[in-house]
T-cell receptor, first 111, second 112 residues
Framework: QKEVEQNSGPLSVPEGAIASLNCTYS??????FFWYRQYSGKSPELIMSIYSNGDKEDGRFTAQLNKASQYVSLLIRDSQPSDSATYLC???????????FGAGTRLFVKA | SQTIHQWPATLVQPVGSPLSLECTVE??????LYWYRQAAGRGLQLLFYSVGIGQISSEVPQNLSASRPQDRQFILSSKKLLLSDSGFYLC???????????FGQGTRLTVV
């Protein structure tokens, strides 16, 4: 079983729609959860972090965490063509000594 | 905020040649440091992480090694490159709290 699993996609949504990205993880003691965006040929950039159960909103982005189900999600509202990228889910243990990434979900936003 | 400097941006090396990639960190002290590799169209594979000077944990047995000679310097090395070592190498740093990792610009290595 992979430590962090994501649907590879591609996920295609029309401009203005909500994009929903999902991630599951296997280590129950994981403490910190992150979403990164990676454009083709570039390094990942952090867009959201979440540490406790529930929702966390930042602009058009909402991260959701459910530790009991070992599930993290990212919602992108009012999707824009510039949101087209690969979204990486990352999970780290206590102290962040070891951060493991999922394989990423490719998102296409159609104008 | 911390900044990760990584160089070179691209590198073409023949099979069997040595490798040294360097990464330095600005804007923080005593960070956790990481080397990741990303194959084309794939996710990030954690290669090494370090919680302090001289402390290296290896995640994947292979012909690569890492060293941390200074608090904010992290080096990835190989004595003899293989074709399978080609990929996008990323250095990342993270504070102890919060633990978000920030990445350098990456080195695209092609072994020919």
């Amino acid at each position: 079983q992979k430590e962090v699993e994501q649907n590879s996609g591609p996920l295609s949504v029309p401009e203005g729609a909500i994009a929903s990205l999902n991630c599951t993880y296997s280590d129950r003691v994981s403490q910190s959860f992150f979403w990164y965006r990676q454009y083709s040929g570039k390094s990942p950039e952090l867009i959201m972090s979440i540490y406790s159960n529930g929702d966390k909103e930042d602009g058009r982005f909402t991260a959701q965490l459910n530790k009991a189900s070992q599930y993290v999600s990212l919602l992108i509202r009012d999707s824009q063509p510039s949101d087209s990228a690969t979204y990486l889910c990352a999970v780290s243990n206590t102290g962040g000594f070891k951060t493991i990434f999922g394989a990423g979900t490719r998102l296409f936003v159609k104008a | 905020s911390q900044t990760i400097h990584q160089w070179p941006a691209t590198l073409v090396q023949p099979v069997g040649s040595p490798l040294s990639l360097e990464c330095t960190v600005e804007g923080t002290s005593n960070p956790n440091l990481y080397w990741y590799r990303q194959a084309a169209g794939r996710g990030l594979q954690l290669l090494f992480y370090s919680v302090g000077i001289g402390q290296i944990s290896s995640e994947v047995p292979q012909n690569l090694s890492a060293s941390r000679p200074q608090d904010r310097q992290f080096i990835l090395s190989s004595k003899k490159l293989l074709l399978s070592d080609s990929g996008f190498y990323l250095c990342a740093g993270a504070n102890r709290e919060p633990t978000e990792a920030f990445f350098g610009q990456g080195t695209r290595l092609t072994v020919v």
